[in-house]
């Protein structure tokens, strides 16, 4: 749990300052990645980072036709939040491969977030 508390711990660091979430979207038909979950049976992941730079190391393989996105946090409490959740989404905090990710509910993680946006 606490390689699970220090990858949460550097996310919201790194996302503080930019206030940005970090995704990959298709170049071509704007869909966002989303694929099986590795920890918990029927449920999808979205992998998330913290940076543009670690996004774009994912756009290789199956998702070199993709591009890191950048997701506000003010746009992802008002729109993605209800989407995903509606989906049955989870997030993947600063994926790096199926093996190695730390899979968060979307109010898990929504409330992680809520602690370093910045009201403007």
Known sequence: MN???NTLKAFLAMAKPTQMLWAL???VSEDWVVLDSMAYENTEVMPLWSSAELAQQHC???WANYIPCAISLSDWFEFWIEDL???GVIVGVNWQD???C???E???FTQALTAIESLK
């Open 60 to 62: 290789i393989e199956e």
């Open 106 to 108: 979307l109010a898990d």
């Open 25 to 27: 979207q298709d170049k």
């Open 85 to 87: 959740n509606q989906d």
């Open 3 to 5: 390689d699970n508390n």
């Open 98 to 100: 199926n093996d190695e």
């Open 102 to 104: 730390l899979e968060m």
